[in-house]
């Protein structure tokens, strides 16, 4: 128990430091320090809606954000979470405008289904290629992640577009409103049920089944799961599928919530930032719903800052960045001197 | 067809360059995702520093110091600080692609781009017919290139430097066991890749264009990286490997201007993160053939929590 929580306290303590990194750099272009913080508060907190939309702004992070802990757990880098949620988004905005005049939760449901089936399905592409042939899933999730940027880029420019629209970005037809979970603010009882619940059963399958304990077998030693009969290759592509299916989820959410409709490169950040929130949440369930509500919280006070100080949102791309930076640190290995013994000195 | 492999080689550069840095990294062992983040800090830096002092020479080592500073910062975090190197990695990129944002709008009060006079000198230009095309309007860089490779496989193939690296990088304890200290030369490699990406940055802003814009490298670092992996982590290999997804990026660029009609222009724009996934699938292929460099790879890529 002492091990987790020093893990806590580390990972507390390092994402401080991050902020306080962002802060200087914020202090010495000239921002004002007391400012930033009480524009955030306001921002993520006390202003008029500012709360419902840090939920708002946490829920694909949340669902996201799970898919990469389960990922992990298993030891698979998948960072595709970006792509993953872009084809989850197009294919609920295909079926929602190809069948616009069928029953709404019949519409809904198939939507739905049909984001999640595309969001593991663009994940399985690297997961088969992991498990079969050995092939780097970082850089091929990576990869996924730009082709997916372009199909969205694709069906708003093209064959959804909005043909009234107007702007420099491509933006769809809007879904008709019977569809939507949400009004505009993102934030309803049927969605945060939805993420509840997906949230509690992500939670009992990693934390209360044979098969949570197996993926993270799986993850610590994949030698030993498969001297144990573990199907090791069959548990990579179930944690694989489930990751992308969490991320397509967040697509269909999104869509039938806040958006009701697609622009080109909406949320372009979230993907990584889920990853910095599952690490951030220490690949625990609720640590990262923790984290989720946290960097929601700040993505909706940017959307409020630029009226309380000008800070723009690139900040908080850095933010993040210093954040990744630093969380994997791990305290125990500093080694001011030359490590002792050779099994040390072979992981220095 | 002239206009093709000129595009090729102005596209091919930038990817060359970096992903020469990135060989280094690779053969010291480090699974470097950051050479995005660097490639964008050495492309806004040189701008800066280039408008700031109308020099470009300047601006190029203002910006070989801020990505190798950047480099040192990496492998601190990743090696005395035990960090994990992908994440860190991914977390270096962020900062360099927020950073540089926010850069040109704390510093120079603009959004999305910023135009430059300060620009590096073309030695052929002018030519607009015939294969003389092909050479034609390239930047100093481009020019360099190709000895920057050569340099490269000579150092580490034929230096006691060199060589040291890739030990460090294959089997760090017998590298230690030889009195190497691998950390160290893991910093030594850093460094180079950091000042590499900065050339690569450069090239792209104050070479093949007249301007810094956000996210201009757009993915561009990663696709080095891929090139390193399909280049067997050989710079002579890397550098083909770099010109292929140059070709690739050519006839994009050529087609989007020919056959936007019949395909949409982001099936086109596809072509070369598909070509990459293919590529890594080969190259993994291919990286298995090598158990030595295995044991190297295997060891950074230890997931931890």
Same mark, same amino acid.
């Given at each position: 128990?002492t091990?987790?929580?020093?893990r806590?306290?580390?990972?507390?303590?390092?994402?401080?430091v991050?902020?306080?990194l962002?802060?200087?750099?914020?202090?010495?272009?000239?921002?004002?320090?007391?400012?930033v913080?009480?524009?955030?508060?306001?921002?993520?907190?006390?202003?008029?809606?500012?709360a419902?939309?840090?939920?708002r702004?946490?829920?694909?992070?949340?669902?996201?954000g799970?898919?990469?802990?389960?990922g992990?757990r298993?030891?698979?880098?998948?960072?595709?979470?970006?792509?993953?949620?872009?084809?989850?988004?197009c294919?609920a905005?295909?079926?929602?405008?190809?069948?616009?005049?069928?029953?709404?939760?019949?519409?809904?449901?198939?939507?739905?289904?049909?984001?999640?089936?595309?969001g593991?399905?663009?994940?399985?592409l690297?997961g088969?290629?992991?498990?079969r042939?050995?092939?780097?899933e970082?850089?091929?999730?990576?990869m996924?992640?730009?082709?997916?940027?372009?199909?969205?880029q694709?069906?708003?420019?093209?064959?959804?577009?909005?043909p009234?629209?107007t702007?420099q970005t491509?933006?769809?037809?809007?879904i008709?409103?019977?569809f939507?979970?949400?009004?505009g603010?993102?934030?309803?009882?049927?969605?945060?049920l939805l993420?509840?619940?997906?949230?509690?059963?992500?939670?009992?399958?990693?934390?209360?089944?044979?098969?949570?304990l197996t993926?993270v077998?799986?993850?610590?030693?994949?030698t030993m799961?498969?001297?144990q009969?573990?199907?090791?290759?069959r548990?990579?592509?179930?944690?694989?599928?489930?990751?992308?299916?969490l991320?397509?989820?967040?697509?269909?959410?999104e869509?039938?919530?806040?958006?009701?409709?697609?622009?080109?490169?909406?949320?372009?950040?979230?993907?990584?930032t889920?990853?910095?929130?599952?690490?951030?949440?220490?690949?625990s369930v609720?640590g990262?719903?923790a984290?989720?509500?946290?960097?929601?919280?700040l993505?909706?006070?940017?959307?409020?800052?630029?009226?309380v100080?000008?800070l723009?949102?690139?900040?908080?791309?850095?933010?993040?960045?210093?954040?990744?930076?630093?969380?994997t640190?791990k305290f125990?290995?500093?080694?001011?001197?030359?490590?002792?013994?050779?099994?040390?000195?072979?992981?220095? | 067809?002239?206009?093709?492999?000129a595009t090729?080689?102005?596209s !091919?550069?930038?990817? /060359?360059?970096?992903?020469?840095? +990135?060989?280094?990294?690779?053969?010291?062992? @480090?699974?470097? #995702? *950051? &050479?995005e983040?660097?490639?964008?800090?050495?492309a806004f830096?040189?701008?800066?520093?280039?408008?700031?002092t109308g020099?470009?020479?300047?601006?190029?080592?203002?910006?070989?110091?801020?990505c190798m !500073?950047?480099?040192? /910062?990496y492998?601190?975090?990743? +090696?005395?600080?035990g960090a994990?190197?992908? @994440?860190?990695g #991914? *977390? &270096?990129?962020?900062?360099?692609?927020g950073g540089?944002?926010?850069?040109?709008?704390?510093i120079?009060?603009r959004?999305?781009?910023?135009?430059t006079?300060?620009?590096?000198?073309?030695?052929?230009s002018?030519?607009?017919?015939?294969?003389?095309?092909?050479?034609?309007?390239?930047?100093i860089?481009?020019? @360099?290139?190709? #000895?920057?490779?050569?340099?490269?496989?000579?150092?580490?193939?034929?230096?006691r430097?060199?060589l040291?690296?890739?030990?460090?990088?294959?089997?760090?304890?017998?590298?230690r066991?030889?009195g190497?200290?691998?950390?160290?030369?893991?910093l030594?490699?850093?460094?180079?890749?950091?000042?590499?990406?900065?050339?690569g940055?450069?090239?792209l802003?104050?070479?093949?264009?007249?301007?810094?814009?956000?996210n201009?490298?757009?993915?561009?670092g990663?696709i080095?990286?891929?090139?390193?992996?399909?280049?067997a982590?050989?710079?002579?290999?890397?550098?083909?490997?770099?010109l292929?997804?140059?070709?690739?990026?050519?006839i994009?660029?050529?087609?989007?201007?020919?056959?936007?009609e019949r395909?949409?222009?982001?099936?086109v724009?596809?072509?070369?993160?598909?070509?990459?996934i293919?590529?890594?699938?080969?190259?993994?292929l291919w990286r298995?053939?090598?158990l030595?460099?295995?044991?190297?790879?295997?060891?950074?890529r230890?997931?931890?929590y």
């Open positions: 128990m091990g987790s929580l020093q806590v306290a580390s990972t507390l303590l390092l994402v401080g991050s902020f306080l962002t802060t200087l750099i914020l202090w010495a272009s000239g921002y004002r320090v007391s400012e913080f009480s524009g955030v508060i306001e921002g993520s907190l006390t202003a008029t809606g500012a419902t939309s840090s939920i702004w946490a829920i694909p992070l949340l669902l996201i799970l898919g990469v802990v389960i992990f298993a030891g698979f880098f998948n960072i595709g979470g970006q792509g993953q949620f872009y084809v989850g988004a294919c905005l295909v079926v929602s405008l190809g069948w616009r005049d069928g029953p709404a939760p019949l519409v809904v449901l198939c939507g739905t289904a049909a984001a999640i089936m595309a593991s399905a663009w994940s399985l690297p088969y290629l992991r498990v042939f050995g092939t780097d970082v850089l091929t999730t990576l996924m992640n730009f082709i997916g940027a372009l199909v969205l694709y069906l708003t420019a093209g064959p959804m577009r909005n009234s629209g702007g491509a933006a769809s037809e809007r008709p409103e019977a939507r979970i949400t009004d603010s993102g934030v309803s009882a049927t969605a945060l993420v509840g619940g997906v949230a509690v059963l992500v939670w009992l399958l990693l934390e209360r089944t044979r098969f949570g993926i077998l799986v993850g610590r030693n994949p799961a498969r001297w009969g573990i199907d090791v290759r548990v990579g592509l179930v944690t694989f599928a489930l990751s992308g299916a991320a397509g989820l967040a697509g269909a959410v869509l039938y919530g806040p958006g009701a409709r697609l622009v080109t490169g909406f949320s372009p950040e979230v993907g990584f889920a990853v910095v929130v599952a690490l951030v949440g220490l690949l609720w990262t719903a984290a989720a509500i946290f960097f929601g919280g993505q909706s006070a940017i959307l409020f800052l630029p009226i100080t000008d723009p949102p690139p900040a908080l791309v850095l933010l993040h960045g210093m954040v990744a930076l630093l969380v640190v125990r290995s500093v080694r001011w001197r030359r490590p002792g013994s050779p099994a040390e000195a072979l992981t220095a | 067809m002239e206009q093709i492999l090729t080689l102005r !091919a550069a930038p990817l /060359v360059l970096v992903a020469t840095a +990135g060989v280094f990294a690779f053969r010291a062992g @480090i699974f470097h #995702l *950051g &050479l983040g660097l490639m964008i800090t050495g830096t040189t701008v800066a520093v280039g408008e700031a020099s470009v020479e300047l601006g190029i080592l203002a910006a070989i110091g801020v !500073a950047l480099s040192a /910062v492998w601190w975090v990743i +090696g005395p600080l994990n190197v992908i @994440i860190a #991914l *977390g &270096l990129t962020s900062v360099g692609l540089t944002a926010f850069a040109l709008g704390a120079f009060d959004r999305g781009s910023m135009f006079d300060v620009v590096l000198p073309r030695p052929v002018g030519t607009t017919s015939g294969p003389g095309v092909i050479v034609s309007e390239h930047s860089l481009v020019w @360099i290139t190709p #000895l920057i490779v050569l340099a490269a496989w000579i150092v580490l193939r034929r230096s430097f060199g040291r690296m890739t030990a460090a990088g294959e089997y760090p304890f017998a590298a066991t030889a190497v200290n691998p950390s160290i030369v893991r030594q490699a850093l460094l180079i890749a950091g000042g590499l990406c900065a050339l940055g450069a090239e802003s104050v070479g093949a264009l007249h301007n810094f814009t956000e201009m490298t757009n993915g561009r990663f080095a990286f891929v090139a390193v992996i399909f280049g982590w050989h710079p002579i290999g890397a550098a083909f490997a770099g292929f997804f140059g070709f690739a990026d050519a994009g660029i050529q087609s989007q201007i020919n056959i936007t395909v949409p222009r982001e099936f724009l596809m072509i070369p993160f598909v070509l990459t293919f590529a890594v699938w080969l190259g993994g298995r053939r090598s030595e460099a295995e044991a190297g790879y295997a060891e950074l230890e997931p931890d």
